[in-house]
């Protein structure tokens, strides 16, 4: 029995489980997305919030330059660059045989400085958050101030008298670790059996304590939770239910489009935006999205993807148990070279507040997100780690739809050409080089061009 229920009984009722449970990848258009006039609402959340942490970002910037001299091209703001990829638009459609209308981009998160993945944006805004309110209180700046002093002994002294601590699979631990430390925190991140050894090396190298678990994601974030409840001075970063990680991603948005309009890309109702975010707990795809909600409109279609071995958000949204329900409740082992996306069970607070947002969720094997690490390096020259990679056959889901999709949202062959389709690339700039020589080993070999 799962949830009261037998496997046949929600086969019945939900049929696309079977292909979860079955790790056969496969493809949901979601049937309640709503206009962004009715749904933006669910999220609880405003343009002004995101209003306020841009500002955030951009009065830290001064002391990032400082404390982080690789964030001095952008004056202290972290932001990656979006490219072009036509040639792994061409491999893709002959690898699948679909033809692909229509111009495929890749935001490269994975080189945004500090944390060389997407959690630059969530992960350090939250710490940048707390340290601000810490530093407010404590009457150590005031909001004019240039942030510049907090680069100083007296700053991390300060500082040293707190503690944070955060469950991760990786990435958000680097960010927060990276980030918490600098600043003088006394950092611990509880970490799941997923994270990779270099992960836990470079932070230990940092100063930040790390704690490993043989168990996965979920445990982990407990033993944080754990941790803190029991220490008035220990901020716990929630990565299930925080706000300013939430809103730390949707500041991309505002920078997307200025991006856009500089590389004279139109983007409105003729001219689609489709965008495809590797999901894990939903926090990053999820305040991405929102901010694109706020700053396009019904222009932009978020699309989420995840590992077949990890489908929560899919599962989540589908059968609209969120975060009552884990992959795990169907047998759906949770294991996946995916580091950043082995998340068994999806954020309740990012499902529900977005599930009227989201356009698609589709998974992706293993296998699969290996062949097109190899593809991408290969056509792109660029290096990624396996979960950013699972939003490339976005835009093949979205051709191949058998869903009526495009036709339920109005869009015609004429809107479908002038559209654009932007693959979020969530990291790998820091994988050490004899990893990243395994990764494209393995997918060059699935690929056949070893
Ligand atoms: C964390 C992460 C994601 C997904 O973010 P969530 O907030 O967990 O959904 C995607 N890709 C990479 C590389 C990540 O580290």
Sequence with gaps: MILGRTLESWYASHPLIRDLVQLQETTWFNPAV???????????????????????????????????????????????????????????AERYGQPLQGAMWLKRDSHLPVAGSIKARGGIHEVLKHAEDLALGGELLSLD????????????????????????????????????????????????????????????????????????????????????????????????????????????????????????????????????????????PGGVAFGLKLAFGDAVRCIFAEPTHSPCMLLGVYTGLHNEVSVQDFGIDNLTAADGLAVGRASGFVGKAMQRLLDGFYTVSDEEMYSLLAMMERCENQRLEPSALAGVPGMIRVHHDQQGYLTRIGLDSQAMVQATHLVWATGGNMVPGEEMDTYLAKGRQLLGTA
């Design 34 to 92: 709503a206009p962004v006039a009715q749904s933006i609402g669910d999220v609880g959340l405003t343009a002004t919030d995101v209003a306020d942490a841009s500002a955030r970002l951009t009065r830290f910037a001064s002391y990032l330059q400082r404390a982080f001299p690789e964030t001095a091209y952008s004056d202290g703001i972290i932001e990656s660059d979006i490219m072009p990829v036509p040639r792994l638009q061409q491999a893709l």
């Design 145 to 284: 101030d240039d942030y510049a002093v907090l680069d100083s002994d007296k700053a991390r002294a300060f500082f040293g008298q707190y503690k944070i601590a955060v469950g991760s699979t990786g990435n958000l631990g680097l960010s927060i670790g990276i980030m918490g430390a600098a600043l003088g925190f006394q950092v611990t991140v509880h970490m799941s059996a997923d994270a990779r050894q270099w992960k836990k090396d470079k932070l230990r190298a940092h100063g930040v304590t790390v704690i490993e678990y043989s168990s996965d994601y979920s445990v982990a974030v407990a033993q944080g939770r754990e941790q803190a409840s029991s220490d008035p001075t220990c901020h716990f970063v929630d990565d299930e239910n925080s706000v300013n990680l939430f809103l730390g991603y949707s500041v991309a948005a505002e920078r997307l489009q200025r991006q856009l309009a500089a590389a004279g890309i139109t983007v409105d109702t003729q001219h689609p935006l489709f965008v495809y975010l590797p999901c894990g707990v939903g926090g990053a």
